[in-house]
Every structure is written in structure tokens, then in C-alpha cells.
């Protein structure tokens, strides 16, 4: 049996090690918190895509404690990830004028952060799309809002906050593509690789995750928990009870016509 202190020292010694080996085109797989057996598995990969697996030693801020069970990535973790990818997308976009096309809501965060670090000449547009799902299941996606930019014979950098099924990154894709860019590279936060129906890559990974829902910086659960500056898990309770979301009715949208 492990005591809670050797425990708490095991998950900040590896949280350390894996932001350290997060800079060194590295894997990493952390065993969940509780788990009987630590045995921890670095594998050298080619492209440094690191699996988050179990929480992060980051303890949840007492303001989320209610809602949130763990951190499962830190702001720490996600600023110098962030860092390491702007410096790929730099260097892979030099010398050409880019566009960004982000993805209306989920990457706002993450955006943000991401294009502070690219010190490139870039122009910004918003496709707004949604799965209006219940829950934590994808529903029918619906375009909320249309690219305004001409993206012909541009270098495309399409950002998503993360690759789950590959839906919403295949329909974007087609409808990029119908504009005649010069080329699209797509950018994603995070992937999950376990619910994956569509033949879909991204060119820029922030951290491969486990098939679990995660909320916080910019991801939702029912329109809530965009603002956490960390990813995190809820409790099952939320989950299971969440609190409606509220859409603008039809009858009430404002008319610009
Ligand atoms: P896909 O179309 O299935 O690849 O899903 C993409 C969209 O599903 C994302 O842009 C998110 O809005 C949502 N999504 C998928 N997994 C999660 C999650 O774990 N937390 C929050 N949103 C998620
Ligand atoms: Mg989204």
C-alpha cells in the first residue's frame, strides 16, 4: 500500500519530469491516481504528441472543488506545450502570409494563447459550428457562423480545441478545401484517438488524451466550465445532472434583414 505522501510526492516528482520531458520530443504515461502499482512507461516518439493519462498532481483551486474531481492538465503544462507548438507552426509557416481560421467556441483559450507565441505575419477568422448534442454526446453539427476571409491560394492554419470523433474537423476541411486554399494545416489542443470514425490527422498536437470528457480552458460540459484556466474532470454528479442549457429561441434571434 501506498501512503498518501509517497503518493503525493510520486505525482509532483513525474508531473515534473513529464514537463520536462514535454521539451524533448517525448511520451509519457502517468498511472491514475489511486492505482495500487506505479509503473511509469517513456516511450520516444517521432512527433512529441504526450499522453496525459490520470490526474495531474496540480491540486483543483477551491472555487471548482465542488464541480471538479481533478486537474488532468495543468495551466502550467498547457503554457509550455503551447510554447513548443508555436515554435513548429513558425517554423513551418515562415516567409508567407497565413491565415487562422478558428473554430467557434471551444478554442478561444487556447487561440488566444497560441497566437501570442506566432510571431508571423497572420490574419484571424472565426467558422462557428456546432454539435448541438446533449451532454457529453456529439449531436448534429450546424454551422453558426460563415468565414468572411478569402482564404484562396492561402496557407490555412485551421485550429480546433480537440479531435474527438473527427466530424467537425472533416466538415471544415471540406468546406476550406471547396475555397482553394494553398494548403490547410489543422491544429488541435488535444485528440482522443479512441472514438475516432473519421480518416482525419492534425498537423499540431497539444497532448493526446484517454476517451474521457474534459472540460476547462475553452471546452465546455452544457455550456459551462469555458473559463477554467486548467483542463479538468468532473464529478460524475454534474454529469449526470446538468443544468440546461439556454439557446436564443428561434422567435427571439436578431433580424439583420
Ligand atoms: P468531433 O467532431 O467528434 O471530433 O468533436 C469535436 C467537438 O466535440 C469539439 O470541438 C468539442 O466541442 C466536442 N468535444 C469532444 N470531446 C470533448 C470533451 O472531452 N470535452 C468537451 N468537448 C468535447
Ligand atoms: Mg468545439
Not at 82 to 110: A, C, H, P, Q, Y
Not at 173 to 198: G, H, S, W, Y
Request: charged share 25%.
Amino acid at each position: 500500500m501506498q501512503s498518501a505522501a509517497f503518493r503525493l510526492f510520486f505525482d509532483r516528482f513525474f508531473s515534473r519530469l513529464i514537463n520536462y520531458l514535454g521539451n524533448n520530443e517525448c511520451q509519457a504515461t502517468i498511472p491514475e491516481a489511486g492505482a495500487c502499482e506505479s509503473t511509469v512507461t517513456l516511450t520516444r516518439v517521432k512527433s512529441f504528441t504526450p499522453t496525459v493519462c490520470g490526474p495531474s498532481a496540480e491540486q483543483v483551486p477551491i472555487r471548482w472543488r465542488g464541480e471538479v474531481q481533478h486537474v488532468l492538465i495543468s495551466e502550467e503544462q498547457i503554457a509550455r506545450r503551447i510554447r513548443k507548438m508555436s515554435r513548429d507552426i513558425v517554423r513551418d509557416f515562415s516567409g508567407r502570409e497565413m491565415v487562422v481560421v478558428s473554430l467557434l467556441n471551444g478554442t478561444v483559450l487556447f487561440l488566444a494563447d497560441l497566437i501570442r507565441n506566432l510571431s508571423l505575419p497572420l490574419r484571424l477568422d472565426f467558422i462557428g459550428i456546432s454539435s448541438y448534442g446533449n451532454g457529453t454526446q456529439s449531436g448534429e453539427l450546424v454551422v453558426t457562423k460563415e468565414l468572411r476571409l478569402d482564404v484562396e491560394g492561402r496557407d490555412v492554419l485551421l485550429v480546433d480545441d480537440i479531435l474527438d470523433t473527427g466530424k467537425t474537423l472533416v466538415r471544415v476541411q471540406k468546406m476550406l478545401t471547396a475555397l482553394n486554399p494553398r494548403r490547410i494545416k489543422i491544429c488541435v489542443l488535444l485528440k482522443k484517438e479512441a472514438r475516432r470514425i473519421n480518416l482525419i490527422e492534425a498537423d499540431y498536437v497539444g497532448f493526446e488524451i484517454p476517451d474521457i470528457f474534459v472540460v476547462g480552458y475553452g471546452l465546455d460540459f452544457a455550456e459551462r466550465f469555458r473559463n477554467l484556466p486548467f483542463l479538468g474532470v468532473l464529478k460524475p454528479g454534474v454529469y449526470q445532472n446538468p443544468v440546461p442549457t439556454e439557446l436564443v429561441s428561434k422567435r427571439n434571434r436578431v433580424s439583420h434583414s
